[in-house]
């Protein structure tokens, strides 16, 4: 891993101590940064229907080796603090850092 991404994991994990937010994948919770959670209602055909988007962060050290990583259309359930209720989401993009970081773009499983 290179200084500059071993200094973002650094970064990821300390905001990661501090938040307590954490994500289910395969059945096993992992720490993650997620953001707030945007929402509101979009106008289209029919009427005003639900939106929310929410980004999650997760270092690929925290994975097993050889565990299947996260892919875009999965879902996962997440938990911002960890007294709060799972949320399910599903994966709508992606961004991957220097191997070692997972950007995912998030939405509600309900969003076309």
């Not at 988007?53 to 270092?59: A, E, N, P, Y």
């Amino acid at each position: 891993m290179t200084e500059n991404a071993q200094f973002l994991c650094d970064g990821i994990a300390l905001i990661e101590s501090q938040e307590g937010a954490s994500l289910n994948w395969l059945g096993t919770d992992y720490p993650c940064v997620a953001s707030p959670e945007l929402g509101g209602k979009l106008l289209g055909n029919g009427g005003y229907r639900v939106t929310a988007q929410q980004t999650l962060v997760l270092r690929l050290a925290l994975l097993p080796s050889g565990t299947t990583l996260p892919e875009e259309k999965n879902s996962l359930t997440f938990k911002s603090t960890p007294d709060d209720d799972a949320k399910t989401v599903r994966i709508d993009s992606i961004n991957r850092i220097a191997n070692a970081i997972l950007v995912m773009e998030c939405n509600a499983p309900s969003q076309g």
